[in-house]
């Protein structure tokens, strides 16, 4: 079986995939004017701060949008499966796989929290799944 696709991996994201392997979600928040930002990237769109540090999230959140992507297909992928914009409740969007549910079954503004994957080689994947009530 083909090896699932890694990230690539920079100073300025390291946190958010360390932060992963240790079960942890974490959002970039700027050190000057507090505003969180995802992807992380080194500077703050606001007031062009490079000074950040980090939140922990409380992994819980909304889906904005979903598809179910179908071509081209990769070997390591179990079809179909749901990408999906994930709305956290701290305000931030990011972009995640939605699991334990078919898609049929999904639906905008449902309710998720995070859960992570961990692969044969130690690499933790965060993803979302239907929030427990
Ligand atoms: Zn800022």
Redesign the pocket.
């Known amino acids: 079986m083909a090896t699932p696709l890694r990230p690539s991996i920079s100073p300025d994201t390291e946190f958010f995939w360390n932060g992963l392997r240790e079960r942890l979600l974490f959002i970039q928040r ?1 050190s ?2 507090g ?1 969180l930002r995802h992807p992380p990237r080194p500077m ?1 769109p ?2 062009l ?1 490079t000074e950040w540090d980090t939140i922990e999230s409380a992994g819980r959140g909304t889906v904005h949008s979903f598809v179910m992507p179908q071509h081209p297909q990769f070997p390591f992928m179990d079809y179909p499966y749901i990408v999906a914009l994930i709305d956290l409740a701290e305000g931030i969007r990011l972009v995640s796989n939605l699991i334990g549910i078919e898609p049929e079954n999904a639906w905008i503004d449902m309710p998720v929290e995070v859960c992570f994957t961990e692969f044969d080689d130690g690499f933790v994947l965060h993803q979302f799944r239907p929030e427990e009530r």
């Open positions: 700027c000057s004017c505003a703050c606001h007031c701060s």
